[in-house]
């Protein structure tokens, strides 16, 4: 168990290091610039429900081992059921987490994205090269903006649903980078703008 918990502590600390190295390294870009799916983006995004867990394993392990609580109530139900009201709302924090990165990964990890601000195009492919899909600002007929909420923490996961002008869907997330350097390929593009929300599902 505690070396589970250090190796899980590790990773998070890790990941909120790793985490801040991203946002200074990406750009805003002035060229045509690629994005795909990197380790450091996905640790980035992992140490979030990481951290949750942690919290999760800590609290219970704390309340039922060596915790404060144990020294002054000695009824052995009550302080099983406080435990497991520990558990079950770190677990509720850390499960919708989980269920976004798994999400937003699933919508990365298969696609290349090339795109030029100064042409205003976007060139989507997958990686095994089964299709290929370019997008310019005259293609655009609606821009959708599912933002988090203005500290963004913990669930910073947002995405954009772009509605063509053949009525299809491309979703863009912020797993790889932020969505406002795609924002000159929007130019004079009608533009909605959902409630910031917290926790960002895609629909």
Not at 38 to 52: E, G, N, T, W
Not at 105 to 133: A, C, H, M, Q, T
Request: aromatic content about 14%; glycine content about 4%.
């Amino acid at each position: 168990m505690t070396i589970l918990f250090c190796t899980l502590l590790l990773f998070a600390i890790v990941g909120g290091i790793v985490d801040l190295i991203r946002i200074k390294l990406q750009k805003k870009p002035l060229k045509k610039i690629m994005y795909k799916l990197k380790i450091i983006d996905l640790i980035a995004k992992l140490y979030v429900p990481v951290s949750f867990l942690i919290l999760s394993i800590g609290g219970v392990w704390y309340t039922t081992t060596q915790g404060i609580l144990e020294r002054i109530y000695y009824d052995d139900i009550f302080l099983f059921v406080f435990t497991i009201l520990v558990f079950i709302l770190l677990f509720i924090a850390f499960t919708p987490s989980l269920a976004l990165f798994i999400q937003y990964y699933n919508v990365e990890k298969n696609r290349i994205i090339e795109f030029d601000p100064v042409e205003r195009k976007l060139f989507i492919e997958s990686k095994r090269g089964k299709s290929k899909l370019e997008i310019d600002n005259s293609t655009i007929k609606l821009v959708e903006y599912f933002n988090g909420g203005l500290a963004k923490e913990p669930y910073n996961y947002e995405y954009l649903k772009i509605t063509l002008n053949d009525n299809s869907k491309l979703i863009l997330t912020n797993m790889i980078t932020d969505l406002w350097y795609y924002e000159p390929l929007f130019q004079k593009v009608k533009r909605k703008h959902n409630k910031r929300r917290m926790y960002n599902p895609i629909i």
